[in-house]
């Protein structure tokens, strides 16, 4: 069974910066895709960014330029830069991790095609 967690999250004021990482207890790289989703209080859940096994990645338009995700398969670990950070990026962000072939704009998508999640952490960015 995969496992997946997260760490790195926390308060910070607006501007800020924070690196989440995600620890997983398989071969990063025997993953089609990899991503980071946030869902904040009373909100669907939305994908922020995804990267594929060919390092191919993707975000969200309100994050693009101010996230970085990446991956390090030697450490098996998943990583999400965020600078320049604004209130409404407050959200439980979580990790996943799918075995599923798809497009980099389904992996923002079609949460449902993660069948991997970790239990989330809490970024919480004040103004």
């Known amino acids: 069974q995969v496992q997946l967690q997260e760490s790195g999250g926390g308060s910070v004021q607006s501007g800020g910066s924070l690196r989440l990482s995600c620890a997983a207890s398989?071969?990063?790289?025997?993953?089609?895709?990899m991503g980071w989703f946030r869902q904040a209080p009373g909100k669907e859940r939305e994908g922020v960014a995804a990267?594929?096994?060919?390092?191919?990645?993707s975000y969200a338009e309100s994050v693009k330029g101010r996230f970085t995700i990446s991956q390090d398969n030697a450490k098996n670990t998943l990583y999400l830069q965020m600078n320049s950070l604004k209130p409404e990026d407050t959200a439980m962000y979580y990790c996943a991790a799918s075995s599923v072939s798809m497009t980099g704009i389904q992996a923002l998508v079609y949460a449902r095609f993660f069948g991997y999640w970790g239990q989330g952490t809490q970024v919480t960015v004040s103004s």
């Open positions: 990267i594929g096994r060919d390092g191919r990645t």
């Open positions: 398989r071969d990063t790289y025997s993953f089609y895709y």
